[in-house]
């Protein structure tokens, strides 16, 4: 009877725990976003203009901000004096004015209220040399969905100059630590408005996207070991997908999102093992005497890259994503750990040991040749873009965690942080669909 009324006793005190959590979770609210400095500028940047949008003070914040903060920060444009002062939008520009300010290009907007509550942002891309529109867009766009429609627009421009996908409208997620508690957060790819996805006083690590963007895996040790789960951001539902006895870890997901490769200590060392995405099907990808670790896959999936120390120290190694034989890939230096393939699979980012500095650095594949990217000293966890041309990572300055973001060719530089708090895992997202 007392063993009973015990039991029944830690039952509802688990119950009601649990839904003290939800409701916490619940009323949580957005921490805030993180503040970026940038350092460094590519090679040629390209002169644009950027002309205030006219009627944009309808909305709660403006876009013309936004759009310019976005390709300044890429590095790679060079931001043209306008005067501040509202183009119209449906007026043909007068290009000599505008090549006389030396831009190569701009931008010009409106904002319009439309019937049903919304608003019109319109804008134009023109190319002043050429005197010619390279773009012209109309969103139909709620007060609160003025950032989206900016980061969009910003896109546009970027793709129509550059020739290659912007990642504005991308998202980044990352772990902040603050006293004894942990939260999961996902931001627009310039740290702004972020939303807390888990709130836990115990570590997440490891969070990594689907292929689609619809989800994150991470490890949570909320259960006072590490368990690997994955998390709907569309409903916020998750469920676990790796808790076997001993460790469950870093998980990745193949190109087509319907499995994760993880590590897993459940039959003794710290094997590579795949598992499809709502838990079923574990199958053991490779034996070692060693540790395995840090999966991921190649972006076209035929091949599964890891950190091994098989042959005497922590090495990068690859291995079919069937199953097989596995080949080494880094030979430079006694310390190479935490490989990412470029979107493109041309490149491999990972950290490596310098003279006791972790720094991050890059592999070309065909070349095998490596450059250090950064000058830093304790740097982990890099993320690409999902065009390639800028690596998210972890670093630390003055003994706390902060983000950094670098170029592929190391000329742009920036670092996210949040006052007062540790920052640490990102992951950069996928495109948006």
Known sequence: MFIGANAMLFSLRKLLTLLLAMLALLALPARAQLSIEITGAGAN???????DFQGEGLLPQGVTNVIRTDLERSGLFKLVDTGNKPMPENAQPVFGDWKSRGADALVVGSVLAAADGRYEVRFRLYDVQKQVQLAGF??????????????????????????????????????????????????????????????????????VWSPDGSRLAYVSFEAKKPVVYVHSLTTGQRHVVANFKGSNSAPAWSP????????????????????????SGVRRLASSGGIDTEPRYSPDGQFIYFTSDRGGSPQIYRIPAAGGDSQRVTFDGSYNVTPRPSPDGKT???ISRNNGRF???VQDLASHQIQVLTDSAKDESPS??????????????????????????????????????????????????
């Open 384 to 433: 690409f873009a999902p065009n390639g041309r800028m690596i998210l990572y972890a670093s630390e300055i003055g003994g706390r965690g902060v983000l950094a973001a670098v170029s592929l060719d190391g000329r742009v530089k920036q670092k996210l942080s949040i006052q007062a708090a540790d920052v640490r895992e990102p992951a950069w997202g996928p495109f948006q669909k």
């Open 359 to 361: 720094q991050l650095a």
């Open 348 to 350: 491999l980012a990972f």
């Open 256 to 279: 087509d999102g319907t499995k994760l490769a993880v590590v897993l200590t459940k039959d003794g060392g710290s094997q590579m093992f795949t598992v499809n995405a709502d838990g």
């Open 138 to 207: 109309t969103y139909l766009t709620g007060a609160g969905q003025y950032r989206p429609t900016a980061h969009r627009i910003s896109d546009v421009v970027y793709e129509k100059l550059l020739g290659e996908p912007g990642v504005f409208s991308t998202r980044i997620s990352y772990v902040v630590k603050s006293g004894k508690r942990f939260e999961l957060q996902i931001a627009d790819a310039d740290g702004g408005s972020p939303q807390t996805a888990l709130a836990s006083h115990e570590p997440i690590i490891s969070p």
């Open 45 to 51: 940047r390209i002169p644009t203009a950027i002309a």
